[in-house]
């Protein structure tokens, strides 16, 4: 049986959210928006959405096969797919091997360090409160998941960062830091969710060193189109 898209329910800084024919699932239109700082800063480039899309979709079939499912059903069109409906874990899930960003801000720490082991850090999802750092007391208090699904997030990701480590090294592309979400399915099961790409993580060229991420865009440096489309590139001949 067919899905259907039904009527709007959300949109969020970079995608629309549709309910389906299908009570389990959803439909995700992806925009051609730039967001940053909070959605302070603001911009666009055609053809955005198409390319996060395909990225994701790129990244995410790679980490199912590493044995890494994820809430993707199937893709409809280059800007719009079909997910499982789960209900969203309110945390950004970030994995950093690299300073960069706030934790420089934060800590100190210059911009390029490598961290001996990657740095599990979460976020509360809330824009209101612009998304703070919590510590794992901070999550359990606020009752945002127990430490079941905490400690399958954080499995998790740290597995996710060591496979996509490997795939982007093989691309020519440093993961320096990404952000993830997770999802909890009617069987209390924990499911990768939303996206990965450019507009999640900090992606530098591994011989030049040179940005390839929304960094671009937040720090107007110019030609965000051209890097986004050499990330698909790369990544799709790493994947080929």
Same mark, same amino acid.
């Given at each position: 049986? /067919? /899905?259907?898209?039904?009527?709007?329910?959300?949109?969020?800084?970079?995608k629309r959210l549709f309910a389906t024919s299908d009570e389990k699932k959803l439909w995700v239109e992806f925009k051609d928006d730039l967001t940053a700082f909070n959605a302070v800063k603001k911009g666009s480039f055609e053809g955005k959405g198409k390319i996060n899309l395909r990225i994701s979709n790129l990244i995410f079939d790679y980490l199912k096969n590493k044995g890494i499912d994820n809430h993707v059903v199937e893709t409809v069109s280059d800007t719009e797919q079909i997910v499982k409906k789960v209900k969203i874990v309110p945390l950004e899930v970030v994995i950093r091997n690299k300073a960069a960003g706030s934790i420089c801000k934060r800590l100190g720490f210059e911009k390029g360090f490598e961290f001996r082991d990657p740095i599990f850090e979460v976020f509360y999802k809330n824009d209101e409160l612009a998304d703070p750092l919590l510590t794992y007391e901070h999550v359990m208090a606020m009752e945002l998941c127990n430490l079941r699904v905490y400690e399958q997030i954080k499995n998790k990701v740290l597995g996710i960062n060591m496979h996509l480590r490997e795939l982007f090294e093989k691309a020519g592309i440093d993961l320096v830091d990404f952000k993830v979400e997770f999802g909890i399915c009617p069987d209390s099961s924990v499911l990768l969710a939303d996206e990965i790409s450019p507009d999640s993580c900090r992606l530098w060229d591994l011989e030049t060193g040179e940005s390839l991420d929304k960094d671009r865009f937040r720090q107007d440096l110019g030609r965000v189109e051209e890097s986004y489309k050499i990330i698909l590139e790369k990544l799709e001949k790493a994947v080929s």
């Open positions: 049986m /067919t /899905t259907e898209k039904k009527e709007f329910l959300y949109e969020g800084k970079a």
